[in-house]
Structure formats: C-alpha cells, structure tokens
C-alpha cells in the first residue's frame, strides 16, 4: 500500500454488536417476565415450591386479597356476579384451569367459598395456589 493509495474496503460483516444488543434484552426480559403476571398483589403463605406449574394455557386466575375481595384475572367482582363473569373470562377456551390464590391472612373458610363458587359455575378441579406467581 503506498501513501494517497484508497484503502481496500473489506466485505466482513461484524456481528459483535448485535449480540451484544440480544444477550441485554434476553437479561432485560427475563428479570421482567415475572413481573408481568395477571391480577392482584396478594400476600399468600410461605410454602415450598411444587416441582412443575404447567403452562399458564387456558388458565383462569381467582384471587381472594386480604379484604375477602374477589378478583378474576386483574378484574374485581362481586359475588353475586361471580359466575357470569367467570364464564365471560373463560370464553371459548377448550380446556380451562382455574387457579384459586389466597392471601395469607384469610382464613381457609374464605378460600373454600371460592372453591365452591367456582364448582356451582360449572368448573371442576380447581387448583389452589400457596407460590407467589
């Protein structure tokens, strides 16, 4: 190469950056994933934790928070309305599974009349949660 010669261009493509740029939002993702779950903040005991959860596919959440309030999802219901709104949120979905949390304060007696509510709207094998979701 002599002096006020054009330098050769180089056809390499560097791809450094790029992963770079995918292994932040991949870490980024992950701390956030958790975080974004349905409904709302609710205390539920300190258990161990069960080996498998599923998939989270056709589930219906129920949460009963410290007041005794009944939410399906992230939506507040009354419990007279409690049915039609459990029907509504489940929709078309061919196999549902309804998960029960609880707040750690309530006593069982609470959590059993969801359970309850949740078998006359016509849904069985409910599934009680005691992990933070």
């Known amino acids: ?51 498998s959860q599923g998939d989270e596919r056709g589930r219906i959440l129920v949460s009963i928070d410290e007041a005794g309030g009944w939410w399906i999802n992230d939506q507040p219901v009354k419990p007279e309305h409690f049915d039609e709104t459990l029907r509504a949120a489940v929709g078309a979905e061919p196999n549902p599974r309804v998960v029960i949390r609880g707040d750690a304060k309530l006593n069982f007696r609470e959590v059993r009349e969801a359970m309850v509510a949740v078998e006359q709207a016509g849904f069985h094998g409910v599934a009680v949660s005691y992990t933070h979701l």
Not at 6 to 26: E, H, W
């Open 1 to 51: 190469m002599r002096l006020g010669e054009p330098a050769r261009m180089q056809a390499a493509i560097n791809i450094t950056p790029l992963v770079d740029v995918v292994l932040v939002l991949l870490i980024i993702f992950m701390v956030m994933a958790p975080q974004m779950r349905k409904g709302p903040d609710v205390n539920v005991p300190n258990t161990t934790k069960p080996n």
